[in-house]
């Protein structure tokens, strides 16, 4: 294949484009603060679990306690009943009398016992309570992180994609300049290796493989047209002929 020089020369300018364009893109797929959104929403799923079941936890006992009271309020009410009718002296029976006394002492020692339970249960409550405000408050600062995460991501994209954008557009120009056989030959290449299809060749090496060509490898290029397209014989990619390569 041959090409004018110039043109050959142009395919380095499509080549550092081109190399530019892979970076950009790499650094738009890793951005640190892709990692940083990803473990923070998991923190964020967990955290949000707790609360749930804390949450949950002080309905459950809001629940408890309003039966609690309840069953207290009950007690309570036989309790006044049973002073009532002992007070107003309906009762004559020394063993009824005797009956009525023995269940109103156990009936207050029975709404002791359920006021023990309603203070436990208030407790469990409180404590509830008290991690589920804590737990939604870090809730919100994670949720916090993540959003300033986030506004920092999408600032960086914007950045990328604006400077995506002006290089493509400036490799679009270059590639329009070079003949469509020679850029169909870098294309190629460069999918095969690895992102590079065309390389300069400077102090008699090949800045795409790094290695230095010996002297039969020289002379051929020496010895080849201006305008030939001469390949490395280590990597097989475009060598373009420089006046700093050495020749």
Do not use: F, W
Not at 33 to 49: K, M, N
């Amino acid at each position: 294949m041959n090409a004018e020089p110039a043109d050959q020369i142009r395919l380095l300018d499509a080549q550092a484009l081109d190399v530019r364009l892979t970076q950009l893109a790499h650094r738009r797929k890793n951005l640190p603060e892709h990692a940083e959104i990803e473990g923070l929403t998991a923190d964020l799923s967990q955290v949000r679990d707790l609360l749930v079941a804390a949450r949950t936890e002080e309905s459950d006992t809001a629940r408890e306690q309003t039966k609690a009271e309840q069953d207290v309020d009950q007690v309570r009410k036989r309790a006044a009943r049973d002073q009532q009718r002992l007070d107003s002296g309906a009762v004559t029976s020394p063993k009824d009398l005797e009956n009525l006394q023995r269940e109103i002492a156990s009936l207050s020692r029975r709404q002791s016992d359920l006021e023990d339970v309603v203070l436990e249960i208030m407790e469990r409550r409180e404590s509830a309570q008290e991690r589920a405000a804590e737990l939604a408050q870090r809730a919100g600062s994670v949720q916090a992180r993540i959003d300033d995460a986030a506004a920092r991501r999408d600032a960086a994209l914007t950045e990328i994609d604006a400077e995506t954008a002006a290089v493509t557009k400036e490799r679009q120009v270059v590639a329009a300049s070079v003949p469509a056989d020679l850029l169909k030959l870098y294309d190629r290449l460069r999918e095969q290796q690895g992102g590079v299809g065309a390389a300069r060749l400077y102090q008699r090496r090949c800045e795409g493989c790094r290695l230095e060509l010996n002297i039969t490898e020289l002379n051929d290029i020496r010895q080849a047209p201006a305008d030939a397209v001469v390949r490395c014989e280590n990597c097989r990619r475009i060598l373009v002929r420089t006046p700093e390569s050495g020749l």
